[in-house]
């Protein structure tokens, strides 16, 4: 009897023994981060404007000094473009309007007589009149991206895209384009990712 309570207390502690290894030790490592989106934005200048956002319902003053125009007159402003945001990115011509309707009929004679060059410079001397490149468009007519390519800008202002406009009324302009006003409105869009 003594010696089968020895064997029963001897299998109760090699059961206690065989349970306890079946327990796992466990250990974690853990890692964390903050994830906070990057911020593309872009901002202009002209040389009646100071660098700010201009969006749809505040376009800048392009300074074309475009009053007075006769056939063979071509006037030249420029528009510099750079990020706010963190984010670089394009930016290119994507579209031209006019902000109140051609309602006359010398209004649409000069809307279509005029002719637009948009041509990318170094700086904003390097824009006149006389600059050469770009392709004579009418004035509606967006140009291309192989005419107009992007231009790539960097992150947090790093660089400025200047664009030089010149506008120009042909001599062969009607006498019907005579008092006619428009007002253009270049619409310039950046990408990035």
Known sequence: MARIRALLAGGLVL???AAGTLAAWTDEENAGSTVQAGT???VSQTRDDAFASHGSGNAARLGLDATGLYPGVSKAGWMQIKTSGT???TVTLTGIA????????ADQALRDALTVRVVPVAQTTDCTPATSGGTAQSLLTVPTAAQLPPIALTGNGGNTATYCVILSLPSTAPTTAQGGT???VWTFTGTTG
């Open 15 to 17: 059961g206690i023994g």
């Open 40 to 42: 593309f934005s872009l």
């Open 87 to 89: 984010l670089g990115g």
């Open 98 to 105: 006019l902000s109140t309707p051609a309602t006359t009929a």
């Open 182 to 184: 428009v007002s253009p």
